[in-house]
């Protein structure tokens, strides 16, 4: 098999404060663009949401929201140089922000830039934790489920500069399907973002844990489909609201290649072999000989869980 190699760099970001303007947040992003490039880079994923603070945790009107954190077009002037700087160097990247789309509907947006910064790809996240309603007994909010629309996109592999890449978007990386669906299209590289509160305000769960059930849905994953994921954060404290880092990029084999050490913004990159997943897809996980979809219906015949079959 001849081996196939990718440049893969995620770009994790520290804190994004209220205060820090669109153009101050694109000049970080360039930056480690840049370094990304000159340590090899071909692909280079940003966190979720990566152009504003964490903002699904305070209350405020989905109006008010709208104005204040949601891009009507991508790209627009205060991220053009991102996208300029990606044709001049010639590399792709991932990019999560909130987008308000032409029909007025809001989503968590992730796109895929090609290496002459063309928009190549398009994911707006499923999968939307937290709540609707003002809870002002937690310690912040978690106001995805409020402001934003479940994607209507799906989990699609897209084919860019000669690979194939699936996208999702932080609390999607918990979910086995995610990554099942985009494998099943035959992804080579699943890229998400994320920001995830140290603090879970629904239940005492210690911190630890966190970052654990982060990187072991990651590594199964990974493993499970035979694919490369690399995952960005935005962490530290934005305004006081700690977020996790361990921004990683995981091997098929569910090996965890490089991670980053800081809470600030901070680049780590690859040589990815594309091929190494092969193995795993054409032996232990090899789908069309060894899937059972026959005994899988529940998967798609239920939601919820139930009472055991009869
Ligand atoms: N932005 C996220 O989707 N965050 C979630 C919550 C539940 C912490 C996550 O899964 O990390």
Redesign the pocket.
Known sequence: MTTRKLGLAVAQMGPVHLSDSRGAVVRRLVAMLREAKARGAEMVVFP??ALTT?F?RYWMEEAEAQARFFEAQMPNADVQPLFDAARELGVGFYLGYAELAEDGRPY?TAVLVNQRGDIAGKYR?I????HVEHKPEAPFQ?L?KKYFDVGDLGFRVFESDAVKYGMC??????WPETYRVMALQSAEVVMLG????SL?IHWNEPVHL?TT??LVSLQANAYQNGIWVAAAAKCGSEDGHHM?GSSVIVAPTGEIVARTLTEEDEVICVSADLTLGEHFRQHVFNFAKHRRPEHYRLIVDRVGAGDPLP
């Open positions: 979720e949401l964490f699904p968590n996240k999968h939307l934790p937290g978690h995805e978007l932080c609390n999607d990386r918990r994320y920001n995830t509160p879970n966190r059930t982060h996790i």
